[in-house]
């Protein structure tokens, strides 16, 4: 669905250069739900607007939703849905008009817009909300009309840049059930920007981890986290046989970061769930009985720190952004 190699974008203002994309090659299959995480100024919105054609690269090639990004941006206009952050809805435009009116902008004759209308507000629990002027939605609802309006000429691939940023946990949760729902029932293929990690980790497939205009990790998240840190496993054992613990722990294969305490032996492992039961048999075995085990997953926010040395919050700096130049 969409193949990108050394897609680059500079900007030049003001006398000065911005290297905001240096280069990012990116493939996202038929189906997939692919997450594009990294910190504030990182690359993802200047990718996302080349891969949608608001942006004209400045070197690199794609082919998105069949269609060559510089040959026939117009093709991929038609075959993709782009859910902006902050949206385009009128504040003055009742809900119904606002998704008949792109229906028609999307070549629907009028009857038709307005079948397509209906269906969506009922799928993003809209219905009901039909007739309220745009201004008086809440921010869930509002980011809800965002995605109707992406979908309206049924696209096989919808971007979203940051689609729940703003909002409250509760809408936020409520908002990740559709982008599921959009996959599962209709088999788009998705692709968005965030730097919430809990929404990386919990939404996506696959996440491309952008920081300072390069790809820096891919994979899954589970296989992002597994190959960078491995497992925190802390065993708690009775006064004094700490150190027999850490004797049994040295055993275990990929154990590392072996630290020894008065009670207890914690250490790192690649799987912390298939080390624990090989674990329990060498205790057992050598007549030592832990009194607890207990595993924890590193988090994405741990990637980061790993292969950046900082954290994604760290990373964050504000942005001093320029009018964009213009267009495809
Ligand atoms: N039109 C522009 N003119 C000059 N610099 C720009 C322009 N647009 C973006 N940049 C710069 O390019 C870099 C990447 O910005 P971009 O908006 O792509 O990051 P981002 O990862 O989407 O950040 P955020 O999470 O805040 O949206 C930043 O340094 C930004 O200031």
């Not at 939404?203 to 952008?210: K, M, P, S, W």
């Not at 990373?315 to 001093?320: G, I, K, L, S």
């Amino acid at each position: 669905m969409i193949k990108a190699r050394g897609l680059q974008r500079r900007f030049t203002a003001r006398g000065r250069t911005v290297d905001a994309v240096k280069g990012v090659d990116i493939d996202v299959a038929e189906g997939e739900l692919v997450g594009f995480l990294g910190p504030n100024g990182a690359g993802k919105t200047t990718t996302l607007r080349m891969l949608t054609t608001l942006l004209r690269p400045t070197a690199g090639e794609a082919t998105v939703a069949g269609c060559d990004l510089r040959t026939d941006p117009l093709g991929v206009r038609k075959r993709i849905g782009y859910v902006a952050q902050g949206g385009g809805t009128s504040p003055e435009c009742r809900v119904a008009e606002e998704i008949e009116l792109q229906g028609r902008l999307y070549g629907l004759a009028k009857a038709e817009a307005r079948k397509r209308g209906a269906v969506l507000t009922e799928q993003l629990d809209l219905a009901g909300l039909d007739q309220r002027l745009t201004k008086t939605l809440s921010g869930g609802q509002r980011r809800r009309l965002d995605i109707a309006l992406g979908l309206v000429h049924a696209p096989k691939l919808v971007f979203f840049d940051e689609p729940t940023t703003g909002l409250d946990p509760q809408s936020r949760a409520n908002l990740w059930e559709h982008i599921r729902r959009l996959r599962a029932e209709h088999g788009v293929t998705l692709f968005l920007t965030t730097h919430y990690l809990d929404e990386a980790d919990s939404l996506c497939d696959r996440i491309l981890v952008i920081d300072n205009g390069r790809i820096v990790a891919e994979g899954s998240p589970d296989s992002l986290k597994a190959r960078v840190s491995g497992d925190g496993v802390v065993i708690g054992v009775d006064d004094g046989a700490a150190g027999r613990a850490a004797e049994i722990v040295g055993r275990v294969e990929g154990a590392h970061e072996v630290t020894v305490g008065h009670d207890e032996v914690r250490f790192r492992v690649p799987r912390g769930d298939t080390a624990l039961p090989e674990l329990l048999r060498a205790f057992d075995a050598a007549g030592v009985a832990p009194r607890s085990m207990q595993v924890t997953r590193p988090t994405l926010d741990d990637v980061f720190l790993t292969l950046t040395g900082r954290t994604l919050r760290d990373a964050e700096t504000p942005q001093e952004t320029e009018e964009p130049a213009h267009v495809a």
